[in-house]
């Protein structure tokens, strides 16, 4: 099992739809978990982060953890062509000598308009 | 804001080459990393610093050495360059418990 895990997309929306994309991870002592956009070409860019104790809403982007199930979510609300991009999930795993940060292979959403 | 630099966005290089990727940040990190971005494997740990003169070998550490003999500066190498290491050369600092990339270097090996 890779530790963690994004379905590649592509992940298709209407402008103006709400994107949801989710990660799994596997190690349950993860306590904090990232959320990158990354614009074809481009280098990541950090859009939001949370930590174990809840979730996290900064404008159009909220952020979900499900601890239980060992997932995180990101969801856009009012999509936007110019969120067209790949979404990287990371978090910070506690299971190494120092701070590892093991990223998900991303997601690919592309906004319709 | 943190800012990181790489000395080069696109470059080519011929089979055998030694290779220097060069990473600069302004915000007195200590920590530092480079990572290669390839598809389907998304991005990978090459080698990390904590601190002037330490290293760490990430997750694919080999055919590559770093230095790092200034704290802002992180500088991986290419000992001898091969085709399979064609890819994306993503340089971090250590931002929080994030990571602030740089603009990454394409580096096509011929």
């Known amino acids: 099992q890779k530790e963690v895990e994004q379905n590649s997309g592509p992940l298709s929306v209407p402008e103006g739809a709400i994107a949801s994309l989710n990660c799994t991870y596997s190690?349950?002592?993860?306590?904090?978990f990232f959320w990158y956009r990354q614009y074809s070409g481009k280098s990541p860019e950090l859009i939001m982060f949370?930590?174990?104790?809840g979730d996290k809403e900064d404008g159009r982007f909220t952020a979900q953890l499900n601890k239980a199930s060992q997932y995180v979510s990101l969801l856009i609300r009012d999509s936007q062509p110019s969120d067209s991009a790949t979404y990287l999930c990371?978090?910070?795993?506690?299971?190494?000598?120092?701070?590892?940060?093991?990223f998900g292979p991303g997601t690919s959403l592309s906004v319709i308009p | 804001d943190v800012k990181v630099t790489q000395s080069s966005r696109y470059l080519v290089k011929r089979t055998g080459e030694k290779v220097f990727l060069e990473c600069v940040q302004d915000?007195?990190?200590?920590?530092m990393f480079w990572y290669r971005q390839d598809p389907g494997l998304g991005l990978r740990l090459i080698y990390f610093?904590?601190?002037?003169?330490?290293?760490e070998k990430g997750d694919i550490p080999e055919g590559y050495s770093v230095s790092r003999e200034k704290k802002e500066r992180f500088s991986l190498i290419l000992e001898s360059a091969s085709t399979n290491q064609t890819s994306m050369y993503l340089c971090?600092?250590?931002?929080?418990?994030?990571?602030?990339f740089g603009p990454g270097t394409r580096l096509t090996v011929l």
């Open positions: 971090a600092s250590r931002a929080g418990g994030h990571r602030q």
């Open positions: 949370i930590y174990s104790n």
């Open positions: 915000m007195d990190h200590e920590n």
């Open positions: 610093s904590y601190d002037v003169k330490m290293k």
């Open positions: 990371a978090v910070n795993a506690l299971k190494t000598s120092y701070d590892k940060v093991i």
């Open positions: 190690d349950r002592g993860s306590q904090s």
